[in-house]
């Protein structure tokens, strides 16, 4: 079955059985997806993962999936308080 990985509620929803998948042991698990019109697929194995980066991953997409804003705009948004000087 074939994620639309531009839904972040698909894609975290994928992401997250693949990292439970991974967490409890269980074989490699893969996620196919289909980008600018090509069909993808990516292998998650135990042996050769960096589970923090996954979570990483799972989170961005949750995140993204709640708002309806990719993650990175809503983290880079900065506000910066100004104050004026004293005439003395």
Partial sequence: ???DW???CARAA???DAYFALVSGSKAQ????QDAGVQRSVT????????????????AAEEECLTGEPAS????????IRGGSLRR
């Fill in 1 to 3: 079955m074939a994620i």
């Fill in 6 to 8: 531009t839904d972040a």
């Fill in 14 to 16: 994928a992401l997250r």
């Fill in 30 to 33: 893969s996620v196919a997806y």
């Fill in 44 to 59: 998650y194995a135990s042996s050769k993962i960096d589970l923090a980066r996954l979570r990483d991953e799972i989170r």
């Fill in 73 to 80: 705009t809503i983290s880079t948004k900065r506000y910066a």
